[in-house]
């Protein structure tokens, strides 16, 4: 059984950094393509980042590019996602998903898997 697990969001101030994990189980993701997603209040689920499992291929939405970087340790399955310079927009629960192969990567709908979220709120 596929689990994925985020942990790390928190309550911060505009300008702080920020580190969400994703740990991941269940199956081996060769081939597979790890996002993260986020859903701010009121709004629809949105996709941040992405990445290849093992190409390592990354891709941003144009609203984090420069700022945030998505990365993953393969030895211990865990996808994270680095948050720097963080703004109160950037405030929404953040999800971890997984889909297989490498394209179609920004819609929601083609992802299999997803986590439970983990809430990032950041004050100005």
């Known amino acids: 059984q596929v689990q994925l697990v985020e942990s790390g969001g928190r309550l911060v101030q505009a300008g702080e950094s920020l580190r969400l994990s994703c740990a991941a189980s269940g199956r081996t993701f060769s081939g597979y393509a790890m996002g993260w997603f986020r859903q701010p209040p009121g709004k629809e689920r949105e996709f941040v980042a992405a990445i290849g499992w093992s190409s390592g291929t990354t891709h941003y939405t144009n609203s984090v590019k420069g700022r945030f970087a998505i990365s993953r340790d393969k030895a211990n399955h865990t996808v994270y996602l680095q948050m720097n310079s963080l703004k109160p927009d950037d405030t929404a629960v953040y999800y971890c998903?997984?889909?297989?192969?490498?394209?179609?990567?920004?819609?929601?709908?083609?992802?299999?898997?997803w986590g439970q979220g983990t809430q990032v709120t950041v004050s100005s």
């Open positions: 998903a997984a889909k297989f192969g490498s394209n179609s990567y920004q819609f929601p709908g083609r992802y299999d898997y």
